[in-house]
């Protein structure tokens, strides 16, 4: 074998060496890299894994509330019955409304219920319900705001109205009144029923 083709065996065994060593370098570079992938990925697996188990746990402890908000939901329905002053609206001459009842009940912070069901209302308009103190005698929304005193009936005329009172409506009103607004203004409103509520 020639010198020249001796030299050029060596260089292109040289070459191939030097390939070969790139690919080896190369592949121990990207199993390093993908060792790091992996382990990173690893890593955040981990990290959504415990996410899942703290979303887990918050999702158990959001149904436990759940759970006892419905207990306490169910108790303290048991409680309104329980203690719950059931009285009738009489209504006025000449309106359709009937089976109204005026419910009151105390409650554990010294609040009190109060519960209107209704039947027999326009599906238009907006009703009130107001209170005639027994001190004044002045007639005044019977909840803190005209707003939470205001109920909307159903169309086929029912209605559920509720809220709660800083104090007894049995000892602060004389009465409690349904009034009609059918063009949402105090100047049109007509009564619809009244209770007698002071002891």
């Given at each position: 074998?020639?010198?020249?083709?001796?030299?050029?065996?060596?260089?292109?065994?040289?070459?191939?060496?030097?390939a070969v060593i790139?690919?080896?370098?190369?592949?121990?570079?990207?199993?390093?890299?993908?060792?790091?992938?992996?382990?990173?990925?690893?890593?955040?697996?981990?990290?959504?894994?415990?996410?899942?188990?703290?979303?887990?746990?918050?999702?158990?402890?959001?149904?436990?509330?759940?759970?006892?908000a419905k207990e306490?939901?169910?108790?303290?329905?048991?409680?309104?019955?329980?203690?719950?002053?059931?009285?009738?609206?009489?209504?006025?001459?000449?309106?359709?409304?009937?089976?109204?009842?005026?419910?009151?009940?105390?409650?554990?912070?010294?609040?009190?219920?109060?519960?209107?069901?209704?039947?027999?209302?326009?599906?238009?308009?907006?009703?009130?319900?107001?209170?005639?103190?027994?001190?004044?005698?002045?007639?005044?929304?019977?909840?803190?705001?005209?707003?939470?005193?205001?109920?909307?009936?159903?169309?086929?005329?029912?209605?559920?109205?509720?809220?709660?009172l800083e104090q007894?409506?049995?000892?602060?009103?004389?009465?409690?009144?349904?009034?009609?607004?059918?063009?949402?203004?105090?100047?049109?409103?007509?009564?619809?029923?009244?209770?007698?509520?002071?002891?």
């Amino acid at each position: 074998m020639h010198l020249h083709d001796r030299y050029m065996a060596n260089l292109t065994t040289s070459v191939g060496i030097a390939a070969v060593i790139a690919l080896i370098v190369g592949a121990a570079g990207g199993y390093f890299s993908r060792s790091g992938e992996v382990s990173t990925l690893a890593n955040q697996l981990a990290s959504k894994t415990d996410t899942a188990i703290m979303r887990e746990e918050e999702l158990m402890g959001v149904k436990a509330e759940l759970e006892k908000a419905k207990e306490s939901k169910s108790m303290l329905e048991a409680e309104l019955k329980a203690r719950a002053v059931p009285l009738q609206l009489a209504p006025e001459e000449g309106q359709m409304a009937h089976d109204l009842w005026l419910l009151t009940a105390p409650l554990e912070n010294g609040k009190y219920a109060i519960i209107i069901r209704a039947e027999g209302l326009e599906g238009t308009g907006v009703y009130l319900v107001e209170g005639v103190t027994r001190t004044a005698m002045r007639t005044i929304p019977v909840a803190a705001t005209l707003e939470q005193s205001e109920f909307f009936a159903q169309e086929d005329g029912t209605a559920l109205y509720w809220t709660v009172l800083e104090q007894n409506p049995q000892t602060s009103f004389e009465k409690i009144l349904i009034l009609h607004l059918p063009d949402m203004q105090m100047e049109g409103a007509r009564l619809v029923a009244t209770a007698a509520v002071g002891q």
